[in-house]
C-alpha cells in the first residue's frame, strides 16, 4: 500500500465519499466503451471538416462538370441499401455475441462483410468510372473535395472491414472472453458510425448534389 | 480491473449497450431502427428525384430527412438514450455536434463573406497583367 493510497483514503473520508457509499471506478466495458466512443466522435468532427471543405469548393468546377452531371443515383441508392443492411447485420451479430452463439454470430459477421465488401466494390467502379471520364480528383477543387470525402469514408469502410475479419477470427480462436466482447462491442460502434456519416454523405453529397 | 464484474448493469451503461435484456425485444429495437431507416432513405431519395414537391423545398427537406436518420441510427443502432444511464454518452455527443455545428457553419459563412467582398477572380487576374 503506497502513501497516495493512505492519502486517498483519508481524503475520502474527510469529504464523506465512503459515507455515501461511492460505486468506485466503473467496470472495463463502460471504460473501453466511453473512451471508443470520444474517438468516434473526434473521427466525426474529422469528417465535418471534410463535409466542410466539399460545400465551400461545391461551386469550384473550374469549368469541368458539376455533380449533377456525374453521379448516378441509382448505383448511390444500392450502395446505401448495402451499408444500412450490413449495419442491421452488424446489429444481429452484437445480439449473437450477447447470447454467445459463436454460429450465428460468424454467420451475421460474414453477411456483415460481404455487404461491406459489396458497398466497396460499386464505390470503387464509380471512382474508376469517374477518373476514366476525366473526372478524377485534379480535375478541379470541387473534385478533389468530393475524393476525399467520399474516399476518406471508403478508407474507414475498408479498414472496418480488415477489423471485422480480425473479430471473427478472434471469436473463432479465443471464444467470447471479456477482452473480445469488448473490441466487438468497438467495432459494433465503429461500424454504426460509418452508416451515419454515410447518411450525411449520400444526402448532402448525392442528393443535394443531383438536385441542385 | 473489473472484468469480473460481467456485464454492467449497476448505474452507468457503455455506448452501444443496451439495458433491455431480452433477445426478442432487442431484435425487435434493430427491425424498427431497420425500418424507420428505409422509410426514410426511401424518401430521401423519392424527394430528390421527383416534381410533385415544392422544388425550393427539397434541399431542405433533404436535410431534416438526413438528421431524422442519423438520430434514428443512433438510438436503435447505437443506442444513444436519454435515459439518465446515458448521460455521459449524451453529453460527449453533444459536444461534439457542437464541435461539427461550429466547423460547417463557421466554414461557410467566412467563406461566403470573403466571396462576397472579394473582386472575382477574372477581375483580380486583368489587374495583375
Known amino acids: ?212 | 480491473m473489473s472484468d469480473s464484474h460481467g456485464l454492467p448493469h449497476l448505474a452507468d451503461l457503455a455506448p452501444g449497450d443496451e439495458e433491455v435484456v431480452s433477445v426478442k425485444l432487442r431484435l425487435l429495437g434493430y427491425l424498427i431502427g431497420l425500418g424507420l431507416a428505409v422509410l426514410l432513405t426511401a424518401t430521401s431519395f423519392f424527394i430528390a428525384g421527383t416534381d410533385l414537391v415544392w422544388q425550393p423545398s427539397i434541399p431542405v427537406a433533404i436535410i431534416v430527412l438526413a438528421i431524422a436518420q442519423m438520430g434514428v441510427h443512433l438510438v436503435f443502432f447505437l443506442h444513444i438514450t436519454t435515459g439518465p444511464d446515458n448521460a455521459n454518452n449524451v453529453l460527449a455527443l453533444a459536444f461534439g455536434l457542437l464541435i461539427v455545428f461550429l466547423v460547417i457553419a463557421g466554414s461557410l459563412w467566412i467563406m461566403a463573406n470573403l466571396n462576397h467582398n472579394m473582386m472575382p477572380m477574372d477581375q483580380i487576374m486583368q489587374m495583375q497583367r
Open chain 1, 1 to 212: 500500500m503506497s502513501m497516495a493510497a493512505v492519502a486517498d483514503g483519508h481524503s475520502a473520508r474527510v469529504i464523506g465519499l465512503e459515507d455515501a457509499g461511492h460505486p468506485g471506478p466503473a467496470p472495463k466495458r463502460i471504460i473501453t466503451g466511453f473512451g471508443f466512443w470520444i474517438f468516434l466522435l473526434s473521427d466525426i468532427v474529422m469528417f465535418s471538416c471534410f463535409f466542410a471543405a466539399y460545400a465551400v469548393l461545391l461551386g469550384q468546377t473550374a469549368g469541368g462538370p458539376s455533380g449533377a452531371e456525374l453521379f448516378n443515383l441509382r448505383n448511390v441508392a444500392i450502395e446505401t441499401a448495402f451499408l444500412l443492411l450490413s449495419s442491421f447485420a452488424c446489429g444481429m451479430a452484437s445480439i449473437a455475441a450477447e447470447v454467445r452463439n459463436p454460429l450465428w454470430f460468424q454467420v451475421a459477421m460474414a453477411v456483415t462483410c460481404l455487404l461491406g465488401l459489396g458497398f466497396l466494390v460499386i464505390e470503387f467502379r464509380e471512382f474508376a468510372d469517374l477518373i476514366a471520364r476525366g473526372a478524377g480528383p485534379s480535375r478541379s477543387a470541387f473534385l478533389s473535395a468530393f475524393f476525399a470525402l467520399v474516399g476518406c469514408h471508403g478508407l474507414h469502410v475498408s479498414a472496418g472491414i480488415l477489423w471485422l475479419l480480425t473479430m471473427m477470427a478472434q471469436v473463432f480462436a479465443k471464444g467470447f472472453r471479456a477482452d473480445i466482447l469488448r473490441r466487438f462491442l468497438c467495432f459494433a460502434l465503429f461500424w454504426h458510425a460509418l452508416d451515419i456519416i454515410w447518411v450525411a454523405i449520400f444526402s448532402v453529397v448525392y442528393l443535394l448534389g443531383s438536385a441542385a
